[in-house]
């Protein structure tokens, strides 16, 4: 019979030296000093903004001067601004859009991937779809304003080749929003196609054999299989999609800077140009607050309504 002994360290001989209460001391210094950066990291440039950005919402503040106490101005000044209502409006619609296009063109691909595909195949999929997340926005609407532009962009360079005409791709109301939405969802669909494709292989397969055997195809598979028991990650996708595009900025600031007029406006960018172009950063403020708060009932909202269609078992 071979007995196996463990070596000692000089770790478990001074843990044998000191008493128990000395030792989970210990353990506590260890876990506040490892925990102290990101705290202190959370709590300045996380909560401290946050907490700031709501008292001054309150104040009238141009950087310049002194910030001055107004009470709830800022906020009844709100309801008539046009320019804020229409940009509500653009992004309630851009909402609506983007992130069902986004959950559609994710959940199908999703499910084409998972088929039978190879695993090599199925390995290059996942990375090509997900690589235009890893790029800035900034960047990837920069390239977008270049193929798309009206006088020298690739894309109307070879449409004239076919003899079409110029194509107004940022210059018109219309498809300028289809612009914006079509190059946010291209860049934003990979995570949520990453997310539906940990939700498939959750489902196990001997549900699909069952179902088979009683004769149900492959619509009936995708409807009363696989959309019930991928409720949990369309609940979680689609609050993720829906807060991420409340906050929709880069490509329409970058792609058409919220124009032609005000089509592709929206509540950050009015956010930001109260700010930083009109040092109103009280009323900037106050709309941050507002959209926090709409941000807050929709997810609300979305997690009361789960109840009656997301199936945990």
Do not use: C
Not at 25 to 44: D, H, N, S
Not at 108 to 132: E, H, I, K, N, Y
Not at 168 to 197: D, E, I, K, P, R
């Amino acid at each position: 019979m071979t007995i196996a002994l463990k070596a000692r360290t000089p770790v478990d001989d001074v843990a044998t030296q000191l008493p128990q209460s000395a030792v989970r001391k210990r353990e506590k210094r260890l876990a506040v000093a490892f925990l102290a950066p990101t705290v202190i990291g959370l709590g300045l440039f996380t909560l401290v903004p946050i907490i700031a950005s709501v008292v001054l919402a309150f104040f009238k503040w141009d950087v310049i001067s002194s910030p001055r106490w107004v009470g709830l101005d800022n906020f009844s000044s709100l309801f008539s601004d046009p320019t804020l209502r229409t940009s509500f409006i653009n992004t309630i619609l851009f909402v609506i859009v983007s992130v069902t296009l986004q959950l559609s063109v994710a959940l199908l691909l999703a499910v084409l991937v998972s088929s039978r595909l190879p695993g090599w195949l199925q390995s290059t999929l996942r990375s090509v779809f997900f690589f235009p997340l890893i790029l800035s926005a900034a960047s990837v609407s920069i390239i977008m304003s270049y193929l798309f532009n009206q006088d020298f962009g690739l894309v109307n360079t070879y449409l004239q080749d076919l003899g079409f005409g110029p194509v107004h791709w940022l210059t018109n109301g219309f498809s300028a929003q289809v612009m914006v939405v079509l190059v946010y969802v291209w860049q934003n669909f990979g995570f949520t196609f990453l997310l539906f494709l940990g939700g498939l292989a959750a489902i196990p397969k001997d549900i699909y054999e069952a179902s088979a055997i009683d004769g149900a195809g492959g619509w009936r598979q995708f409807r009363h299989v696989t959309l019930p028991l991928l409720s949990p990650t369309t609940l979680v996708a689609s609050v993720m999609a829906i807060i991420a595009a409340l906050q929709i900025f880069d490509q329409s600031y970058v792609l058409t800077r919220g124009g032609p007029g005000d089509s592709t406006r929206t509540v950050v960018m009015v956010i930001y140009q109260d700010a930083f172009g009109q040092l109103q950063f009280g009323a900037a403020s106050a709309i941050g607050v507002v959209l926090t708060v709409v941000i807050m009932l929709v997810t609300a909202l979305q997690f009361r309504l789960s109840r009656r269609f997301v199936y945990y078992s």
